[in-house]
């Protein structure tokens, strides 16, 4: 069965989300409304629709024009097994002492290794990125050189791949994994059952710091924020009043253009800089909060 998606673009996040609402009332319904933040520095946000069968191109033109939105690109997509061809293409990932896999390479695990598995069906935050492959390298650099951490938020997890990582070198830990979106949470919940972390890992939908969970476990001694250079900077006073004196965070989600900018805010909320790298386009940032 063919599938259909019609994509477009403009600024806001709430003009984003009211188009998004907009395009689920469409006639013929779309099997799915996405609407995501572009991570290319442009501010403008995606609002993508999938649909069976070919959508109305005179509805989808007159939704554009009301919200004020570009026109629809349509796109018929191939039949493809998904999971089959990632698979194919997610090899594993090593980051300092992490080994990141999908079942299928359970038997390429080194002996001496860290292993993390991430089901090819849940690929997003694999450690395949640039942002999540700088925070493993991050946390695996902050253990030899500062030893255990007993407290750690996953802020924006993701698949909760960086709590999972934390949980593996400091198992007396306490780790919290927080997203604002219910299938992120869901999808880390089933990833930390598969890691056999259940109990170690608690996972959180929540927005920013302000959940209860989150609250009753500050502060931290170390807080990852791999998520977009918006909310690191809106979040900046709120994760550092999160952490006790000399606790770090790994930020990332980062272009490179955008490193001086985020690395500047979290130092004028109380941080220090100590460290930054490059992994492609993209910046992770290590801040130390001061004593």
């Given amino acids: 069965m063919p599938t259909f998606t019609a994509l477009t673009t403009l600024p806001g996040k709430s003009e984003a989300e009211a188009l998004g609402e907009a395009l689920e009332r469409l006639t013929p319904e779309p099997t799915g409304v996405g609407v995501f933040e572009l991570e290319d520095g442009s501010g403008l946000w995606e609002v993508g629709g999938y649909f ?13 024009s009301l919200h004020g939105a570009k026109d629809f690109t349509v796109s018929e997509l191939p039949e493809t097994d998904w999971v089959a061809k990632v698979k194919r293409e997610l090899t594993p990932v090593v980051a300092g002492r992490f080994f990141v896999h999908g079942s299928h390479d359970a038997d390429k695990v080194p002996e001496d290794a860290l292993p993390l598995l991430i089901e090819a069906s849940m ?3 694999t450690g395949h990125h640039g942002t999540t492959l700088g925070c493993l390298k991050a946390l695996d650099r902050l253990n030899a050189e500062q030893g255990a951490q007993d407290s750690v938020l996953d802020l924006g997890c993701g698949t909760a791949v960086l709590a999972m990582a934390a949980a593996r070198v400091w198992p007396e830990a306490t780790i919290l994994a927080s997203d604002i979106d219910a299938v992120a949470v869901e999808v880390a919940e089933v990833n930390v059952a598969a890691n056999d972390l259940m109990g170690r890992v608690r996972c959180l939908e929540a927005e920013g710091l302000d959940h209860p969970g989150i609250a009753g476990a500050a502060p931290f001694d170390l807080v990852f924020a791999n998520i977009l250079k918006a909310p690191l900077i809106a979040l900046a006073p709120g994760i550092t009043d999160a952490l006790k004196p000399g606790g770090r965070v790994i930020l990332s989600g980062i272009l490179n253009e955008q490193a001086d900018e985020v690395a500047a805010v979290y130092t004028q909320a109380g941080n220090s800089v100590v460290s930054r790298d490059q992994i492609g386009e993209w910046t992770t940032i290590m801040t130390r909060k001061s004593v």
């Avoid at 109305?56 to 007159?62: K, P, R, S, T, Y």
């Fill in 52 to 64: 069976e069968a070919e959508p109305d191109a005179a509805g989808l033109a007159l939704l554009a």
């Fill in 123 to 125: 690929a997003f935050g």
